[in-house]
């Protein structure tokens, strides 16, 4: 079997740097955008991988290439770039991240006006002009712009949403762990001027990420102990380009990406605004269950930010995400924000009077399985077709990949997006059986 | 055929965005920066529109090779020519069209010198560029780019080892310049001042496009001339758009031809130099200065590239063509049209001559150049005729072929750039050059 180590798809353009992911690819990929896209300004953001750099004049040269005006934001979250090409009504945007992967790799993000990314078929039509090669190259290439401080715009529009006076009256001790990511120059001033007192680990940007950027508990030893032992009243992780969020409670004890979405949406519904919501197929029953006694209608997406922040203007929902640590406030923008989630947390803090770990408490209790399991992409289709007539008494849905619903227990299996692997999720009410389902679902494979 | 890329050694030249965009220049700078395996890449550009965008798409493609970027930003290709002949870099990138009319532009290589790349060296980069076999650095050894100022102190310091500043100071020249709204604007004003020069300037607005051909030939020199005329200077010059080339005009604002600037600076040079390099298609007046001041004259190939290459290999310090080009070796490995006007100051002060008093003893030569349109397959079989039709006048091969006879001489050789024979002809008066020229015109059309 083969794994490319570079993958176009509508999802952005993603390869290893060194390997796949050539000048000449980024370049031509910027190219098909700023031919898409027709013009006017696109902004540039960056993670901090070392190979920003490369990528960025890539992009940059692309971009003019094709008569558009490239901006340079720097170093920049990706909530932030969504934010700011919506606020200032620029004609597109590209994001230098590779997200939660490892440091090698790296990729482009698009995102189109309104601060949103590409709808699947206007990616599908972005791909069709990549593959052509027909862009629409200009003799008079415009220059590259600059703005030295465009995470301003997004901190203001969360501290317009934000309950500031709640959240200083409680002064919260906080430690958070961008990774060294993206969000390693803001975070912390940005939790100061929520009034936090603030600990920060992992901030400094040394070129390699101090940690696996996923933002999942067996990353977080650092974070965890520095909670502990700091006494702080949470912990927040983010990954690599700050779009998720994982919090710690106060013993140190990372809640859960599930959990941390499940009390961000719970606040919200029980404190902001009554309002449906909205996430992917992947995400765990808890949130259910926080939309039912809150008696607000709930849906589900196929997996992606986009799909859901569709769906959630769609159904007019003002609160929703992923199960992975998006979480998505209408308010502030149809983006997953992990800024936007540690405010939110924050509140609840606040209001709540309660610890952090209490609060998790609260939450129903399932037992939740994430897994990979490496594949070829031919594969992955006849897998999931056995899979749905194994299961066939269960409630089959195919929205994306697989879902089965049985009373007790659900589990979710598709293709990922971004590498050659079958995402396989199974939640049950108890671990026995989410492990004896996560074992019939594997003997297929 | 004309929207073609030109590959040699002196660029990768063509229109933009019809032959040269940004694939084909990454793919350049990936294929030179593979080839220069290590090290650090000194980058610059001019001031066309299209040359940043190049200049990222180079520098992205240097970083991924694992080498180092080193932006100079804004600058004429000779400062860059300058600086590398006494930094080491490994190599250098100059975004810069040259003398080439918009929509032209060309990502011109340079080596570890500052000197245009050897036919050898550049043909070693060409079959990296076919093979697409590019060096991929991982991510931890990607090249880091920096951007840094040009030291212009250092460069005028340079040059004040070879002109007698304290003179031209005195001299307090009146100088007129047409800088083409080229890259060498922002440092006219310094080089003015380092020399006591009331300095009037036109066309030197670096946002603004040319003005007019960026070639310093005398069709162009109209504003200068009455420039000069209106402020009385002393003396008027037109630079390109990179600043290699440089024509002058008189205090009586008269366009002198561009094939005047390498015997003008011949004669400046005097006693300080042994050997000029010069080509077959460039006119007699840099033979008749040679013999003036008594030193030899070699004759090469056409080009920046083979000029300082054939003077390296000869020991000539200095050469030229009659585009208004000179280098000086123990400066830079390039032509430079500042150090030119320098050498030109040098001479009027030292002379305490006005310009035209000194062009007064140059004799008169009638020269004409001329584009013949021929089928490119056609090329070589027209030029296999008139090597046979003039054998028994023992033409020399160097490029083309180059004819002398009593009182005239012509060159004619296929262009590299396009599909044309370039007829050059010079002769002691027009009659003689019109008749050679319709016997030659009348042969290849036999």
Not at chain 1, 403 to 416: G, I, K, L, Q
Request: proline letters at 5%.
């Amino acid at each position: 079997m083969r794994i490319s180590d570079l993958k176009v798809s509508i999802s952005g353009i993603r390869g290893i740097v060194g390997k796949g992911l050539t000048p000449q690819l980024l370049m031509k990929f910027s190219e098909a955008f700023a031919t898409f896209i027709g013009g006017g300004t696109i902004a540039v953001g960056s993670d901090t991988r070392p190979s920003a750099e490369m990528v960025k004049y890539a992009v940059f040269s692309g971009i003019l290439s094709c008569g558009a005006t490239p901006l340079d934001l720097g170093i920049l979250p990706i909530p932030s770039l969504q934010i700011y090409t919506k606020e200032k009504k620029l004609e597109g945007a590209i994001s230098i991240t590779a997200s939660h992967n490892p440091v090698e790799w790296n990729a482009l993000k698009l995102i189109k006006k309104g601060g949103v990314f590409l709808y699947p078929y206007e990616a599908e039509e972005l791909l069709d002009l990549y593959y052509q090669g027909k862009f629409r190259r200009v003799d008079n290439p415009s220059k590259i712009e600059k703005e030295p401080n465009p995470f301003e715009l997004h901190e203001k529009r969360i501290f317009q949403f934000a309950d500031i006076d709640l959240i200083r009256r409680k002064r919260p001790k906080v430690v958070v762990d961008p990774c060294g990511g993206a969000a390693a120059p803001f975070v912390k001033k940005f939790l100061e001027r929520l009034g936090a007192e603030v600990i920060c680990v992992n901030c400094e940007i040394s070129g390699e990420f101090p940690r696996n950027p996923e933002p999942l508990p067996e990353n977080l030893n650092l974070l965890c102990e520095a909670v502990k032992t700091s006494g702080a009243d949470i912990g927040f992780a983010q990954d690599a380009d700050a779009d998720r969020l994982a919090a710690i409670d106060e013993k140190g004890n990372p809640i859960g990406e599930e959990n941390t979405l499940a009390l961000a949406v719970d606040y919200y519904l029980s404190n902001k605004k009554k309002s449906p919501v909205v996430v992917n197929l992947s995400t765990s029953k808890v949130l259910e269950d926080v939309a039912r006694k809150s008696g607000v209608s709930f849906f589900r997406s196929k997996v992606g930010e986009i799909n859901v922040s569709r769906k959630m203007v769609q159904v007019g929902a003002k609160i929703g995400g992923e199960g992975n640590g998006g979480i998505i406030a209408a308010d502030v923008h149809t983006c997953r924000d992990s800024f936007t989630g540690m405010v939110l947390l924050l509140e609840l803090l606040a209001w709540s009077g309660k610890r952090f770990s209490e609060l998790k408490e609260d939450l129903p209790q399932y037992h939740m399985i994430k897994e990979k399991v490496n594949i070829s992409f031919r594969e992955g289709k006849r897998i999931l077709s056995k899979l749905a007539e194994k299961f066939k008494d269960g409630r089959v849905d195919f929205t994306d990949g697989v879902r089965v619903d049985y009373p007790d227990f659900w589990f979710h299996v598709r293709p990922s997006n971004t590498e050659p692997v079958l995402r396989i999720i199974v939640e049950a009410l108890e671990e026995g059986l989410a492990n004896m389902i996560l074992k019939k679902i594997k003997e297929d494979l | 055929m004309n929207d073609r890329v030109r590959i040699t050694v002196s660029g990768i030249r063509g229109k933009v965005p019809q032959s040269l965009n940004v694939d084909i220049a990454s793919k350049f700078a990936s294929a030179f920066a593979s080839y220069l395996d290590e090290g650090r890449v000194a980058g610059c550009r001019d001031s066309r529109f299209s040359s940043h965008m190049l200049e990222m798409a180079v520098c992205s493609s240097v970083l991924a090779a694992g080498l180092d970027y080193i932006d100079f930003g804004l600058l004429p290709t000779p400062f860059l020519q300058f600086l590398m002949k006494r930094e080491p870099f490994s190599g250098g990138v100059s975004i810069s069209g040259g003398h080439n009319p918009l929509p032209w532009n060309a990502v011109v290589l340079l080596n570890e010198e500052g000197a245009y790349l050897e036919p050898f060296e550049g043909s070693e980069v060409f079959n990296i560029y076919e093979s697409g076999d590019f060096k991929k650095a991982s991510w931890k050894n990607l090249g880091a780019a920096a951007e840094r100022d040009f030291p212009v102190e250092l460069y005028l310091k340079e040059m004040s080892k070879w002109v007698n500043v304290q003179r031209i100071r005195e001299s307090s020249f009146k100088v007129v310049g047409d800088l083409c709204n080229g890259a060498i604007s922002p440092f006219i004003g310094v080089f003015g001042e380092f020399f006591n020069c009331k300095l009037v300037t036109v066309n030197d607005d670096l946002g603004k496009p040319f003005p007019h051909p960026p070639e310093p030939s005398i069709e162009h020199a109209g504003q200068v001339e009455a420039v000069v005329k209106a402020t009385d200077a002393d003396i008027g010059f037109l630079i390109n758009s990179d600043s290699s080339r440089i024509s002058f005009v008189s205090e009586k604002g008269k366009g002198l031809s561009e094939e005047l600037t390498l015997p003008l600076c011949i004669f400046s040079l005097q006693g300080k130099i042994s050997k000029v390099m010069t080509t077959v298609a460039t006119s007699s007046w840099a033979d008749w200065a040679a013999g003036r001041i008594g030193i030899d004259v070699h004759k090469t190939k056409v080009g920046q590239s083979a000029v300082i290459h054939m003077m390296g290999a000869e020991n000539a310090e200095v050469g030229g063509e009659g585009s208004g080009s000179v280098a000086f070796s123990p400066f830079s490995s390039g032509y430079d049209a500042l150090l030119s006007l320098a050498f030109l100051l040098d001479l009027m002060s030292k002379e305490g001559k006005r310009l035209s008093e000194i062009m007064a003893p140059f004799p008169e030569y009638y020269m004409e150049k001329c584009k013949i349109e021929v089928p490119p397959e056609m090329t070589y079989k027209v030029m296999d005729k008139l090597e046979k039709v003039y054998a028994k006048e023992s033409p020399d091969f160097t490029d083309g072929i180059r004819v002398e006879r009593k009182c005239l001489w012509f060159n004619i050789r296929p262009s590299t750039t396009e599909f044309i024979l370039r007829l050059i002809l010079e002769g002691e008066t027009e009659s003689l050059v019109k008749s050679a020229k319709a016997e030659i015109i009348e042969r290849i059309e036999e």
